[in-house]
Nanobody
Framework: QLQLVESGGGLAQPGGSLRLSCVAS????????IAWFRQAPGKEREGVSC????????DYADSLKGRISLSRDDARNTVYLQMNDLRSEGTAVYYC?????????????????WGQGTQVTVSS
């Protein structure tokens, strides 16, 4: 009964910040690498960032470079995606996904466990 639940999305002003959370149940996140993906209507699902079991992070979306930070709190079974200086093109559904291996990938097919997604809308 593995489950990932995203939260923290919603409306944000351009230039504002949001912190998305991914909470795991049925398994311990400390044994998984966790990635964030996003998908806007009519666009392909895009890798955003990933954090390994050891805490190493990789950012994949060039448009978000320097404006995001991924972290994990294994005691809370939670991974966070901090997004700053939000822009309208950041509007999308954001998903977290778990990989049972201690490495990261921007390929969505490498992840077997997915959350339902949380909507982020950046608008004035």
């Amino acid at each position: 009964q593995l489950q990932l639940v995203e939260s923290g999305g919603g409306l944000a002003q351009p230039g504002g910040s949001l912190r998305l959370s991914c909470v795991a149940s049925g398994f311990y996140l400390n044994f998984y690498s966790i990635a964030w993906f996003r998908q806007a209507p009519g666009k392909e699902r895009e890798g955003v960032s990933c954090i390994t079991i050891g805490g190493a992070t990789t950012d994949y979306a060039d448009s978000l470079k320097g404006r995001i930070s991924l972290s994990r709190d294994d005691a809370r079974n939670t991974v966070y995606l901090q997004m700053n200086d939000l822009r309208s093109e950041g509007t999308a559904v954001y998903y977290c996904a778990a990989n049972e291996r201690d490495w990261c990938s921007s390929d969505a097919s490498m992840y077997g466990h997915w959350g339902q997604g949380t909507q982020v809308t950046v608008s004035s």
